[in-house]
Nanobody
């Protein structure tokens, strides 16, 4: 059974930093690209950053480029999101996501999310 468990969220002041983690199990982590999404109140869920299975390539939403860094540790089956220079508009629930090929098709899995609040 695929499980994704996010942690590391919290309350931080503008300009501060947080590091989110996503512990994965139930699939071969090193074979799959991973993605971070976020959802702010009243808004649709949006892509934040993605990383290939080997960590060699990453992509970011324009709104977080230069401030956020996605990374992974395949030995620990863990995905990370380092968030620096946080802004109030970064306030959201952050989710990790994986698409796994099984049962004859691609299946999308989500964690329960971790709340990030940027406020003074």
């Amino acid at each position: 059974q695929v499980q994704l468990v996010e942690s590391g969220g919290g309350l931080v002041q503008p300009g501060g930093s947080l590091r989110l983690s996503c512990a994965a199990s139930g699939f071969t982590f090193s074979n799959n690209a991973m993605t971070w999404f976020r959802q702010a109140p009243g808004k649709e869920r949006e892509l934040v950053a993605g990383i290939t299975s080997d960590g060699g390539n990453t992509n970011y939403a324009d709104s977080v480029k230069g401030r956020f860094t996605i990374s992974r540790d395949n030995a620990k089956a863990t995905l990370y999101l380092q968030m620096n220079s946080l802004k109030p508009e970064d306030t959201a629930v952050y989710y990790c996501n994986v698409r796994v090929w099984r049962f004859g098709g691609w299946n999308s899995y989500w964690g329960q999310g971790t709340q990030v609040t940027v406020s003074s």
